[in-house]
């Protein structure tokens, strides 16, 4: 079965400093991966996904993430925090063909001015 | 633009008594999903429909219902609200196979009194 989970339920950061949030995966077949960004009171939008062509994807906002088959790792980046980027970020994995997405449990970034 | 589309984007609704929430897509998606997420946690899929075909969730309580009348719209009625059912409720489309990722409307935040 397939499962996701994030580093860090809560990660705080300087504004300007390095942001990386953690997610791992398990899947028996190479899945499909996503980053959710949620603002408070919204629904979920899409930040990037992995779908088995380059492993680095470049998403919206100016994060990225490079997808790591031998550590099972999809960590999400972006190199200079900013105020706006202060939410909840969702992970999520999918293999191909007909399952369902699973979402990891979620990680709360603060941004410290 | 295309969009999903939640209405209302808050609900009070009194304890046991009948409430419908509603989505709507212009993305002409085959997949529509509803899902509930309560505070600090992940989405939690109810269920989905590919296009008419309906696919509940094992744990899905059957106190929640859904219909999908056309492509377009979908409801999710829950015919006796009980405390326990205040959440945010999301509504997500997609292709297919999902491999691109989901769209979210804003969700409806539903409070139980």
């Known amino acids: 079965a397939q499962s996701v989970t994030q580093l860090g339920s809560h990660v705080s950061v300087s504004e300007g400093a390095l942001v990386l949030l953690r997610c791992n995966y398990s899947?028996?077949?190479?899945?499909?991966l996503f980053w959710y960004v949620q603002y408070p009171n919204q629904g979920l939008q899409l930040l990037l996904k992995?779908?088995?062509?380059?492993?680095l994807v470049k998403g919206i906002n100016g994060f990225e993430a490079e997808f790591k088959k031998s550590e099972t790792s999809f960590h999400l980046t972006k190199p200079s925090a900013h105020m706006s980027d202060a939410a909840e970020y969702f992970c999520a994995v999918k293999n191909s063909g007909g399952d369902k997405v699973i979402f990891g449990p979620g990680t709360s970034l603060s941004v410290i001015p | 633009d295309a969009m999903v589309i939640q209405n209302p984007r808050y609900q009070v609704t009194q304890f046991g008594k009948p409430v419908t929430l509603s989505c709507s897509q212009t993305l002409n998606h085959n997949v529509m999903y509803w899902y509930q997420q309560k505070s600090s946690q992940a989405p939690k899929l109810l269920f989905h429909y590919y296009d008419k075909d309906f696919n509940n969730e094992a744990d899905t309580p059957d106190n929640f219902q859904s219909r999908r009348p056309n492509t377009s719209f979908c409801f999710l009625d829950i015919r006796s609200p009980g405390l326990g059912d205040a959440a945010m409720y999301l509504c997500a489309t997609s292709t297919p196979l999902g491999d691109y990722g989901y769209t979210f409307g804003s969700g409806t935040r539903l409070t139980v009194v």
């Open positions: 992995y779908t088995s062509a380059a492993t």
């Open positions: 899947s028996s077949v190479p899945p499909y």
